[in-house]
């Protein structure tokens, strides 16, 4: 049901097959509310929708729009024809602690209602949480888990009828700010098999900026889970967040965000929300900031002003979306994340947390990129650069060898050296974030394709220099002669490169 087309990273743009249709992620759903739409459903496939979400707890609460979806189904309800998912009322369960609704009702509602992706009743323990009350949870969401799907696979008889065809399972998964629960939730949840895996209980943890408490918890996530399994993050739908979820799997995100933010006057952008009275200007070009000045949205009724941001605030989310896409389709990911994790210093410690990972990204990315653009210290640690230190060991030499990092060719620095190249059994170049290539390699990914600054940054000729010392380490049997300039000489690691080389300053 889930085709990954194309990857970077642990990111991909996939194919999800439902019974109204497929859709191509990574998506955000739209969040409609039933009682209080403030574009209609109809509208949202102009900004890019291609699947929608709304909540069947909502819908079940109230009989005129319980016995019309029962009747007409949900989509015709909303008046959408395409993929739909449900919620199940597990985020009022956990705003208000309660909800009048069993995880069997709910499930067989949305069964009727002919919803495509279905959600059980799952419970969102808060971050930070006891750790007895996230294990009893856990525990009980488990239990609504089996339930819901000895439900949907109908082996057991039940008072809801299944309008059209199955719809996908939804397994959400819970335990807190533990990451060994999340671990053994991703788990059991893999094991018990559904369609689509919705990380739960993440809404506080973006609300109050904690990006790396939220990379932590993907990471441990997705490592119980197949690498083939679409990934959705319950409640993320802001787009300063996309490029790194994508980055590290995943696939689908909702967002009541576009709404709730219009009608308190605030205006996304992929790099941060203005409030619109700190606006002095626009800085978008969608069709509602084109045709509209600040002051006129500042100074339109209420409701106006709400449906023209919530209007903005969908162009730019899709707008992210396929910027994210895009950079899939480029291998340039990374580079789309460097730039947005710049936005917030706190989303910055969240990518220095996905480089503790670099690891783990570097099994899933891609073995070649058209380029590599270095863009500051997090580029001297990313996944190729670690790939390419794992290379080294193939270059084990002996015999007379040059290393040298140098500004100009070689053949100028050995003239001004009076070093005859042809002495040397072995020649590598140096080029920062990478470290020592052999002469051969200067055309070949990453060293040819990658574009760094100058002077380079203390980050990049650190990594650069560790792999030389690597060189110079594991190659007992060579006689090495290191040549470098301005800046390396001041670098901290020459002192321990100076124990296994002869050291050239130029
Ligand atoms: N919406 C936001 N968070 C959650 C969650 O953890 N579970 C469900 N079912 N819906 C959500
Ligand atoms: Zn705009």
Not at 164 to 191: K, N, Y
Not at 303 to 331: C, D, G, S, W
Not at 385 to 390: D, G, R
């Amino acid at each position: 049901m889930f085709e990954v087309l194309h990857k970077d990273l642990m990111g991909r743009i996939g194919r999800l097959e439902t019974p109204h249709g497929v859709v191509e992620t990574p998506t955000i759903m739209p969040v409609v509310n039933p009682n209080l739409v403030l574009i209609r459903p109809d509208e949202l496939e102009r900004f890019g929708a291609e699947i929608i979400i709304t909540n069947a707890y909502i819908i079940h609460k109230k009989e005129e729009l319980r016995e019309k979806a029962l009747e007409g189904g949900v989509h015709e309800l909303l008046g959408w024809k395409k993929p739909l998912m449900t919620d199940s009322g597990s985020y009022q369960l956990y705003e208000y602690g309660d909800v009048e609704v069993s995880n069997r009702e709910i499930v067989e509602f949305q069964l009727g209602i002919g919803s495509d992706v279905i959600v059980p009743l799952d419970i969102p323990t808060p971050p930070d949480a006891q750790r007895e009350r996230a294990e009893s949870d856990l525990a009980e969401t488990l239990r609504r888990l089996e339930e819901a799907k000895r439900i949907s696979r109908g082996r057991e008889g039940g008072g809801g009828e299944v309008r059209g065809a199955r719809p996908l399972l939804a397994g959400p998964i819970q335990g807190s700010t533990f990451l060994d629960l999340r671990e053994r939730c991703a788990a059991a949840v893999s094991e018990m098999g559904f369609d689509v895996y919705p990380i739960g209980g993440l809404v506080p943890l973006l609300e109050d900026y904690r990006y790396r408490e939220l990379v932590e918890i993907i990471i441990a996530v997705k490592q119980r889970l197949p690498a083939d399994a679409p990934v959705h993050l319950f409640g993320v739908g802001h787009p300063i967040f996309f490029s790194l979820a994508v980055a590290l799997g995943c696939d689908l995100f909702d967002s009541a965000a576009y709404a709730l933010y219009a009608k308190d006057d605030r205006y996304l952008t992929s790099d941060g929300t203005y409030f619109l009275e700190d606006l002095h200007y626009l800085p978008c070009s969608c069709p509602v900031c084109s045709k509209y000045d600040v002051r006129y949205l500042k100074e339109c009724d209420r409701e106006e002003r709400a449906r023209l941001l919530a209007e903005h605030n969908l162009y730019v989310t899709f707008a992210e979306i396929r910027a994210v896409k895009q950079a899939i389709r480029e291998n340039r990911l990374w580079e789309l994340l460097e730039r947005r994790c710049r936005a917030h210093p706190l989303l910055l410690s969240g990518l220095k947390k996905v480089l503790e990972h670099a690891e783990l990204l570097e099994k899933y990315d891609v073995s070649t990129k058209r380029s590599f653009f270095y863009l500051g210290e997090t580029s001297a640690r990313r996944p190729e650069v670690l790939k390419y230190a794992k290379k080294l060991d193939r270059f084990e030499v002996s015999g007379n060898t040059l290393v040298a990092a140098l500004d100009t060719t070689l053949e100028d620095a050995c003239k001004a050296l009076k070093l005859d190249l042809q002495a040397f059994d072995h020649v590598f170049l140096v080029k920062p974030p990478f470290g020592p290539y052999p002469l051969e390699l200067q055309e070949t990914y990453p060293i040819g394709q990658s574009e760094v600054p100058t002077p380079m940054d203390y980050e990049g000729l650190t990594t650069a220099l560790e792999n030389v010392l690597k060189l110079l380490e594991m190659s007992k049997g060579a006689e090495f002669v290191f040549v470098c300039g301005e800046p390396w000489k001041e670098h901290p690691l020459i002192q321990k490169i100076k124990r296994r080389a002869k050291c050239i300053f130029v």
